[in-house]
């Protein structure tokens, strides 16, 4: 029996670990996302790279929804992935303005 009970404790708290309800704010990532798209805005990728800079935005977005929502599994994804396109934008932007130096 105990063996049993020890079993289902594991098994749930894995579950849960893997629902993103053992998790905390996404404080670090959220920050994280919005310095990139900041840089990335600084960096003329508006103009530049507006695709990959809008990705990141919205996913930002979502992201922010999800906090209130209290799904930070989900939150910490998106900011994640924020950050990633606004990097992306950032890179492409300055690609281009070294090619119009050039």
């Given at each position: 029996?105990?063996?049993?009970?020890?079993?289902?404790?594991?098994?749930?708290?894995?579950l849960?670990?893997a629902?993103?309800c053992?998790?905390?704010?996404?404080?670090?990532?959220m920050?994280?996302?919005?310095?990139?798209?900041?840089?990335?805005?600084?960096?003329?990728?508006?103009?530049?790279?507006?695709?990959?800079?809008?990705?990141?935005?919205?996913?930002?977005?979502?992201?922010?929804?999800?906090?209130?929502q209290?799904?930070?599994?989900?939150?910490?994804?998106?900011?994640?992935?924020?950050?990633?396109?606004?990097?992306?934008?950032?890179?492409?932007?300055?690609?281009v303005?070294?090619?119009?130096?050039?």
């Amino acid at each position: 029996m105990f063996r049993s009970r020890a079993h289902n404790i594991l098994l749930l708290t894995a579950l849960c670990a893997a629902a993103g309800c053992v998790t905390s704010p996404p404080v670090q990532e959220m920050s994280d996302a919005r310095q990139a798209i900041s840089a990335a805005e600084e960096g003329d990728a508006a103009r530049l790279a507006p695709e990959s800079l809008g990705d990141a935005r919205r996913y930002l977005e979502e992201a922010e929804r999800q906090l209130l929502q209290e799904a930070y599994g989900l939150a910490r994804a998106n900011a994640l992935r924020a950050k990633s396109r606004a990097v992306q934008a950032l890179a492409s932007s300055q690609a281009v303005t070294e090619v119009e130096r050039n």
